[in-house]
């Protein structure tokens, strides 16, 4: 069964501590893996699409890497503004073409 | 501006009563889907359509109904709404489904 899982649930973080948000997924095949930030009350926005291992795409603070079982959110040097749900979201070769499969979130907060 | 727009935004209703959700995005995409958030659960995909008249099922269907008669459009139908379809749902457009995702501001139904 295609599953998406990610950690830690919740991330606190003081202003300017790097870390890394985890995506694990076990998937027949990978088309595409998807990062999204989600604000309280607001619809997920898109941040990154990777295809393939060893694919790497930053954005200001934030970068993404995928490996052929997962995927890490670095997030360097953190402001505030940065706290959000991150969702990661894949989308699978196999069976179903129109499935996307979202994780449950890691909720970050980056306290000043 | 480029938007993916539903409503109602909040809809309290009673079970068994029809009802629709609508959706409508300005951008000519072709993919379209929709999801229901749940704390705990994470966003899990309802139906999606790959382009007018064509639909398919997402991970928890049962309960909904979905149709694409335009490409801007695609209502979400619950026939016979129970409680166990409160939610906060979202629909979203892309032009592929490995491209970047469009999502609504989401519409938060109770059902009583």
């Known amino acids: 069964e295609d599953q998406v899982t990610q950690s830690p649930e919740a991330l606190r973080l003081q202003e300017g501590e790097s870390s890394s948000l985890n995506c694990s997924y076990t998937?027949?095949?990978?088309?595409?893996l998807f990062w999204y930030r989600q604000d309280p009350g607001k619809g997920p926005e898109f941040l990154f699409t990777?295809?393939?291992a060893g694919e790497e795409k930053e954005k200001e603070r934030l970068k993404a890497t995928l490996t052929k079982k997962e995927s890490f959110l670095h997030i360097t040097a953190p402001k505030p503004e940065d706290s959000a749900t991150y969702l990661c979201a894949v989308h699978p070769s196999g069976g179903n073409t129109g499935k996307l499969i979202f994780g449950q979130g890691t909720t970050l907060q980056v306290k000043p | 501006e480029a938007q993916v727009t539903q409503n109602p935004r909040y809809l309290i209703t009673v079970t068994g009563k029809k009802l629709t959700v609508t959706c409508s995005q300005n951008?000519?995409?072709?993919?379209m889907s929709w999801y229901r958030q749940d704390p705990g659960l994470g966003l899990r995909q309802i139906y999606y359509?790959?382009?007018?008249?064509?639909?398919d099922k997402g991970d928890v269907p049962e309960g909904y109904k979905v149709s694409r008669k335009e490409k801007r459009n695609f209502p979400l139908i619950l026939e016979s709404p129970s409680p166990n379809q409160t939610s906060l749902y979202f629909c979203a457009s892309s032009f592929s489904l490995n491209t970047e995702a469009f999502f609504g501001q989401g519409t938060r139904l109770t059902v009583v």
């Open positions: 951008m000519n995409h072709e993919y």
């Open positions: 998937v027949s095949g990978l088309r595409g």
């Open positions: 990777l295809y393939s």
């Open positions: 359509s790959m382009n007018v008249e064509v639909t």
